[in-house]
């Protein structure tokens, strides 16, 4: 029997002109960060998403702490944010002294529930955390109205959608600040790398500082404040602008992948799917996921064994702040109940959803999944 070779859950695609532009790094020495790419990813990166200011940072999770401490939340502060994310949403909020606050998902698109969130607001609440899921932004429209309402910021976190739009206008446009990642899952990627994204000059260059120590313009090497070394390097960047490029060509590639899992795993019993689109945007599945019904015997846990035998890469759902032992240990969230996100986590995974994955690939991918349903 001929061993098949396993499919990795993600896989980046550089065949565009990431070689030309690293070999020029090289040539001309500029590697740091106050190489000529960076300013240039910075100001193509911003246009794309329709905002006037970029600042390039090194991961998406510190595009959050940047974000959280230029907007002057801290200690006494609350934030609004979903559940089920990732810790760095969290995390963010937490080390700048302020207080996460949960709302759960949506069952059915997996992203924070718009309609949970005004029973949240205190006087203390200063922002949402608006968070956009696997590929289906949450819709942006409910959670400004509530922001304008209750004059709160609004923190967006476009890391998973990089190319949506929300009722036809970018992600990453909504937010007072909204942030990036470039991890290489990502629909650009630089490696590791981030983005924070404003209209408001100042934001930015707050953001520009905290990313640099907090130099003084002035006098170098003197600080009024503590920043951090966030900064993205020219080589970084210069991947960032060759896969900005071929930007529509990855979320075409993405939707097409989309499409042919929904073809392939329709009526599959006991599966939900992704929602294909709704009134503000469709899905161009930054991943592809998989909830388990709860007719199915097991778990996503176990799911995703059987398909590691079947040589399919997965990864599962996020796991609730709520269910977050460190988060937990800070006496935070007692007695919190968010059972849609604690359902997805337990039931959700996702399959090999990278830019490279072949037609074949899919078509394998799909089959060992409709196989351990069986
Ligand atoms: C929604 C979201 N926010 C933030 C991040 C953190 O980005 P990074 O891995 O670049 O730190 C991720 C990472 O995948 C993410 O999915």
């Known amino acids: 029997m001929t061993r098949l070779v396993p499919i990795p859950v993600n896989e980046p695609l550089l065949d565009g002109n990431e070689e030309k532009y690293l070999v020029e790094c090289i040539r001309t020495g500029w590697i740091s960060s106050e190489g000529p790419f960076v300013a240039r990813f910075e100001e193509q990166f911003a246009a794309r998403v329709g905002r006037k200011h970029g600042v390039a940072v090194a991961n998406g999770s510190v595009a959050l702490d940047a974000a959280i401490v230029a907007l002057g939340i801290g200690p006494g502060d609350e934030v609004i944010l979903p559940s089920s994310t990732i810790i760095s949403c969290a995390a963010a909020i937490v080390r700048a002294g302020a207080k996460p606050v949960l709302v759960d998902c949506d069952p059915l698109t997996w992203n924070m529930d718009p309609g949970l969130v005004e029973a949240r607001i205190t006087p203390r609440t200063k922002a949402i955390m608006a968070v956009h899921i696997f590929g289906l932004p949450v819709d942006m429209d409910p959670l400004l109205a509530l922001a304008r309402k209750h004059r709160l910021k609004v923190i967006e976190d476009a890391a998973e959608v990089i190319g949506q739009t929300c009722r036809g206008r970018p992600c990453g446009s909504f937010g007072d600040l909204s942030t990036f990642s470039f991890y290489p899952n990502k629909h650009v990627t630089t490696g590791e ?3 924070i994204v404003t209209d408001d000059g100042a ?22 404040e503590l920043g951090w070394n966030f900064r993205l390097s020219n080589l970084q960047a210069a991947l960032g602008v060759a896969q900005l490029e071929r930007l529509d ?5 993405k939707r097409r992948m989309g499409e042919r899992y929904t073809a392939l795993l329709k009526g599959t019993r006991g599966l939900q799917l992704p929602v294909a689109s709704t009134p503000y945007a469709d899905n161009i599945y930054w991943v592809y996921g998989l909830v388990l019904e709860d007719d199915v015997p097991f778990d996503a846990r176990e799911a995703m064994a059987r398909l590691a035998k079947l040589g399919i890469g997965t990864r599962p759902f996020f796991w609730p702040m709520h269910e977050q032992p460190v988060l937990r240990r800070m006496g ?40 351990i349903l069986r």
């Open 332 to 371: 935070l969230f007692e007695g919190a109940s968010h059972p849609v996100a604690e359902r997805i986590a337990r039931r959700g995974f996702y399959i090999p959803s990278g830019m490279a994955l072949s037609g074949e690939q899919i078509e394998r991918a799909a089959a060992a999944v409709r196989e």
């Open 203 to 224: 934001l930015a260059g707050r953001c520009r500082s905290l990313r640099n120590l907090c130099f003084k313009p002035e006098q170098r090497f003197v600080h009024d």
């Open 193 to 195: 790398g981030g983005m």
């Open 249 to 253: 060509k990855s979320v075409a590639i």
